[in-house]
């Protein structure tokens, strides 16, 4: 419709998508093979005694504590001497009793799992990004599709640099736990940006501090996606990595979905702070939860 409006015939750009889509399967594909050959024990499936554990049972199974360089509140486990060996009991809160087995296993992984939870809250924001909601917000101000062209393009490179943002800091710093913290703290702080751009009376340089404020803050974003990913990968024991990561996955689409059906009761472009103020404060949540769980150290050690 947009297209329409503004005269372009798109059928040659959906032609152009398409086929990089064909090229990228086909390259992932080879890549994947790639990764297959170099590591063999990928292909071997699961024994006939493993793909029989319930969800159930791994939720009654006590699992490897989590490492010691990630601080945690105690008491979450508690060591025992039953005579035969260290085992470890776990205690959990009431509040992750009442809740599906699967979400109990997630929420067994302190502090971990706020680290995931701090990620699935970042899927509110589904309106501080170039997709089609602020697209149509950019195109109601009067911006021309060859100007979002280029904003949308930029914030793919943006999002791409965040795998050498993420490089940069996580080797100087070191510590995937601080680099979760300062790549969330970025990303929001950019957003800042965003959100100052509705209280400017000029047009043009809210514009300019819009689409600026999202550019930058796509580096933050991937940087600690890939942190809190690393995260889950070293300390989530390996017989529920597969259920954590599914609980994951389901609670980002939750989110998004909470995100969009906001949205249709903020459908009118007028109300684009309002809803942008939401997504806001939703990446504001991620932070304090982020911090909260993993700050300050005193408290933990």
Sequence with gaps: IISLDHGYDLRGAALLVGGLNSLALIIEYVGMAKVYSYIPDLARTSSSNSSSVSVGDLADTELPQVADQVPRQPPIYNVQDDGAGTTLKKHRSWWIQLLPDAYQVYFDQHPICWAGFSLSLL????????????????????????????????????????????????????????????????????????????????????????????????????AFDIAVTQLMQEHVPAPIRGLVGGVQQSMNAFFTLVAFSIGLFLSDPKYFHIYAGMAYSGVGLAVVFYAYNFYPRSKHQ
């Excluded at 943006?158 to 795998?163: F, I, S, V, Y």
């Design 123 to 222: 899927y509110l924001n589904v309106v501080l990004t170039f997709g089609g909601i602020m697209t149509a917000y950019l195109v109601w101000l009067g911006m021309g599709m060859g100007s979002i062209g280029f904003w949308r393009g930029m914030a793919s490179a943006a999002g791409l640099a965040g795998t050498v943002f993420y490089h940069c800091i996580s080797t100087r710093m070191g510590c995937l736990v601080d680099v979760g913290m300062v790549s969330i703290s970025y990303q929001f702080l950019c957003l800042s940006a965003c959100c100052a751009s509705f209280f400017m009376e000029d047009v043009g340089a809210s514009l300019v501090a819009l689409n600026a404020g999202v550019i930058l803050s796509r580096p933050g974003l991937w």
